[in-house]
């Protein structure tokens, strides 16, 4: 259990705090992250290969993370089974309920996600910047990216102009 302080910006001490646990998911969660996204009205879905965390207070979930690889999805898709192991995962999943936001929830995903020993790349709006590198992400400019993850920000820059490409390197944990 992780409990985490929501702290006062004029007195700088703790004004609330929240007690949550972060979960690995498993497929009998499926229905119920899927809701939680379209209750948000947040477009994710898993697009296979996923490895997906949960924050929960009790039985609720109050934020999600969905993580795929994406390079071995591609092999899958063009039948390559002798693929080496893919070096990153794509974080395309990150939601906290705004309900639940400032208690350092979005944080606790990612430092979870870490320990799966892989580098995480992301693309996310330019108003996240300070959340993702205070994760230990950096910014990356597209052209540094894997051609794969190259080609996918380019798509997805036409539809929001306002995206960023960051890296979170692999932890040394």
Same mark, same amino acid.
């Given at each position: ?13 703790? %004004?609330? %705090? ?72 794509? /974080? ?48 990356? %400019?597209?052209?540094? /990216?894997?051609? /794969? ?13 306002? /995206? ?10």
């Amino acid at each position: 259990m992780i409990i985490l302080s929501h702290y006062c910006p004029l007195t700088n001490s703790p %004004s609330m %705090s929240l007690s949550f646990t972060i979960e690995t998911a498993n497929k009998s969660d499926k229905k119920d992250i899927t809701a939680f996204y379209k209750q948000q009205q947040y477009p994710a879905k898993f697009m296979g290969f996923d490895h997906c965390f949960v924050a929960k207070v009790d039985t609720l979930i109050i934020g999600c993370v969905i993580m795929s690889d994406i390079e071995k999805a591609h092999d899958k898709m063009r039948d390559n089974h002798d693929s080496n192991e893919s070096k990153a995962l794509f /974080l395309h999943g990150l939601f906290v309920d705004p309900k639940y936001r400032n208690y350092g929830v979005s944080k606790a995903l990612i430092d979870e996600m870490a320990l799966l020993k892989k580098s995480i790349i992301c693309f996310a709006d330019i108003s996240l910047t300070a959340l993702y590198l205070k994760s230990g992400f950096n910014k990356v %400019s597209e052209d540094s /990216l894997p051609k /794969l993850y190259h080609e996918r920000y380019k798509s997805y820059r036409n539809k929001q102009t306002n /995206l960023l490409a960051f890296v979170r390197p692999i932890s040394p944990r």
